[in-house]
């Protein structure tokens, strides 16, 4: 027989004559580092308490007391493409995700996926003999294929690590998240009501990975890469943690920027001389707000920090558990944001986030009435401009954009075995792609040229090392491109030329900015009018990097990319008509059908007994959603626009036995009417004053209510107590200026939750 496995013993005749040979199977150096890198989201420069806040966060602050802060570290501006840059040490688009993991351009930029001729480093660890583990946000696979039905290969199980125990999207519930565990949706352990919170969770679920590993294997170090939900809208946090804000930001955003930057600047985390930049257009001065804005914008900022010192206290949780297996010190761990503070707030800050994408205008004065809700379980909030501005403090401009409120992020690096300057700040240029080769450096290990057989991109960021050991080496990074969305950047030898783009302007006439940010670090004195040959120099050398790193074409599209795309092969067949077998598993808001704003039918094919009774399709939460259920022997719908609840019961019982039923359901203009059909009979009607285009951040679940219950009239999961054979769903195409708007109101979601 043919040697396939290069078998070095010899074979004989019988076994006494053979000699036998084991392959060594790879395995690290003695003594090599664990590595865990934990990521925030859309946490901006100043938020944490060791870059200038007043938010307690004792942990992270004893991470940078043990390690480096570095005070000039650079991210891209939304999430997927930080993350994917993040884990490959590659630019964003070259590897594919020029933006969003929810759409595919039809360009190698934006795949929705990492390139699979870009290996993470849990795939290059793990091939090295690392134990590989993720928890929390993925985002980093198309969501048409994030359900159970797959396909799996951009999972995190099949791009390098062995567990994965966390939430596929963008966003999701802190109370009732869309959880995942290796490569099958899973419920929470626990309910609310009984404690649970998310970040707990994801590090109880950490140090249980990590405890299997080393109590079997205590040779074999790990990498944990853990990505917390926090600190992504909603801000939600246990109640002890709100009650610990509150009245703390009375005061405002202009006094607390004030108060930061006075900070920072005594820690040493800005230069001396860097100015404060001025208030973003949009942001008012805090003393010209209404007693009820000041009232809702205080109560929705005490919400984000209640819920950054719960995340503190969780890394806290992790650090002890380290420290008790006595594996703290030779653990590389890596803290960072994936861009600056989020700007989907709006103007006031919003109760329930998806107001906000549905270009609904809730006014302060409505929403003080609810003030206590903000934080807790029945909320969705998201804070105003003014406090995502102090959050970015001293920069301007927030994530999504490629000024340095979007990019320019707290970072922190923790190695007692490898690091002796303890409690050092580091001032050099560096960017997010820098992470992985730095890692690698630290490990001694060399990315493959192929894997898998795939020929491998150059790994294009450039290690940090050098700064481990002095605070006085030249910046290893000297060039670095940005861009989202038409939003571009080039950083070259301390200067920065940047642009902000409105979509649909040419990019020709976009207007460069100059900045010489080794002296003015807040971009505050835009020299573009003084030294236009300098903008020019930089300009063509941006233009020189995106052809370089596969930028090109640049492309400004959102809106037009979202929405789901009707074809064979895919989730969402050309005809529209969508046929569900239960049991199943819950389905991600992007697999499932568009029930949200268009006209659309969905049909039951049941048997049930007398009595039996159960929730048949349900979309959303608590907070916003959608509900078909058979209660006290009758068909109920219920539509619940963000608490606003318009329910219809049917006129006659759900008979016995065999029976369809459904609801046919119409747009008009902004609302909607929902009929009630019982075997091919009308059987009651409401009229829905506002239909939703963009509901809920939390896709359907078919035969039971997956999560908090949409509907005050169950508990969940009510799950159906007869037989569902199955639900059949068409939709139906309207006038196309409401498949326009659905698409807009989902695209503006999808940004928000990076």
């Known amino acids: 027989m043919k040697d396939y496995e290069g078998f070095e013993g010899t074979i004989e005749r019988t076994q006494a004559e053979s000699t036998p040979w084991w392959p060594t199977p790879p395995h690290p150096a003695d003594g090599a580092p664990n590595v865990i890198v934990m990521l925030l989201d859309d946490t901006g420069f100043a938020q944490l308490g060791c870059y200038g806040s007043d938010m307690d966060t004792p942990n992270i602050d004893r991470l940078a007391a043990g390690g480096l802060r570095y005070s000039n570290f650079h991210v891209t501006p939304l999430c997927s493409p930080s993350r994917a840059a993040l884990l490959t040490g590659r630019n964003h688009h070259e590897v594919g995700m020029r933006s969003l993991a929810n759409f595919s351009s039809g360009y190698p930029h934006m795949r929705g996926h990492i390139s699979n001729n870009a290996a993470t480093v849990a795939e290059v660890l793990r091939d090295e003999g690392y134990a590989t583990f993720a928890l929390g946000k993925w985002h980093l696979c198309s969501m048409e294929n994030a359900s159970a039905a797959g396909p799996f290969d951009q999972w995190p199980c099949q791009r390098g690590f062995d567990r994965f125990y966390g939430f596929m999207e963008g966003e999701t519930d802190q109370f009732n998240p869309a959880l995942v565990y290796d490569n099958h949706m899973v419920d929470a352990p626990k309910t609310p009501d009984e404690g649970y919170h998310l970040t707990e969770d994801l590090v109880d679920h950490a140090i249980g990975f990590i405890h299997d590993s080393v109590s079997i294997r205590p040779d074999r170090p790990f990498f944990a890469y853990l990505a917390f939900g926090a600190m992504h809208a909603p801000h939600q946090a246990p109640q002890e943690y709100l009650d610990k804000y509150r009245g703390r930001y009375d005061q405002g955003w202009d006094v607390a920027r004030e108060q930061w930057f006075a900070k920072q600047i005594e820690l040493g985390v800005i230069p ?45 949780r992790l650090l002890d558990a380290l420290e008790r297996l006595d594996r703290l010190d030779n653990t590389i761990i890596v803290f960072l944001s994936d861009n600056g503070a989020s700007q989907e707030g709006g103007r006031f800050g919003s109760l329930h986030e998806m107001k906000y994408f549905n270009l609904m205008d809730e006014t302060p004065d409505e929403a003080v009435e609810r003030l206590d809700d903000i934080g807790g379980p029945h909320s969705h909030t998201n804070y105003p401009w003014g406090w995502a501005q102090a959050g970015n403090t001293p920069f301007k401009w927030y994530k999504q954009n490629t000024h340095e409120g979007g990019v320019h992020v707290p970072m922190i690096v923790h190695w007692p075995a490898g690091i002796a300057d303890a409690g050092g700040i580091r001032h050099q240029f560096h960017h997010v792609n820098d992470i992985v080769p730095t890692i690698y450096e630290a490990i001694g290990v060399t990315p493959p040229e192929t894997y898998r057989g795939l020929e491998q991109m150059p790994v294009t960021g450039t290690p940090m090392n050098a700064t481990f050991a002095s605070a006085d080496v030249p910046d290893p990074k000297t060039v670095q491109y940005f861009e989202m969305s038409g939003h571009r950047g080039i950083y070259a030898d301390g200067w920065k030329a940047v642009t902000k783009h409105t979509p649909g302007v040419p990019f020709e006439d976009d207007d460069w900015e100059l900045y010489h940010l080794a002296e003015d670090r807040s971009e505050c004195k835009n020299l573009a009018a003084e030294q236009p040959d300098k903008v020019a120099e930089l300009v063509e050398l941006w233009w020189a990097e995106a052809d370089e790193h596969g930028v090109l074409p640049i492309d400004d599209r959102t809106i037009e990319l979202f929405g789901a795309r009707f074809r064979d092969h895919s989730p969402h067949p050309k005809s529209r008509h969508y046929t569900y077998y239960p049991p199943m598993s819950p389905m991600p808001g992007q697999v499932g059908p568009g029930l949200a704003g268009l006209g659309w039918d969905l049909l039951a094919t049941i048997d049930r007994p007398e009595g039996a009774g159960g929730v048949i399709y349900a979309l959303g939460t608590e907070n916003s959603g959608l509900s078909a259920f058979i209660k006290d022997e009758h068909l109920v719908f219920d539509y619940n626009a963000f608490d606003d609840h318009s329910i219809v019961t049917s006129s006659v019982p759900v008979p016995t036995g065999a029976s369809v039923v459904g609801i046919e359901f119409r747009r008009t203009a902004a609302g909607g009417r929902a009929e009630l059909v019982i075997d091919g009979e009308p059987a009651g009607a409401v009229d829905i004053p506002f239909v939703a285009f963009m509901m809920s951040s939390i896709g359907p679940s078919v035969g039971y209510d997956h999560g908090s219950a949409v509907s005050a009239m169950y508990q969940a999961p009510f799950a159906f107590e007869g037989t569902l054979e199955k639900v059949d769903v068409q939709m139906y195409r309207s006038f196309q200026e409401l498949e326009d708007k659905a698409a807009e109101a989902q695209a503006r979601a999808e940004m928000s939750r990076q």
């Open 272 to 316: 001396e001389g860097t100015e404060l930049a001025p208030r973003n257009a949009g942001v008012e001065p805090w003393d010209e707000l209404s007693d009820n804005e000041q009232k809702l914008a205080a109560r929705l900022q005490e919400a984000f920090a209640g819920f950054l010192d719960h995340t503190d206290a969780q890394v806290g």
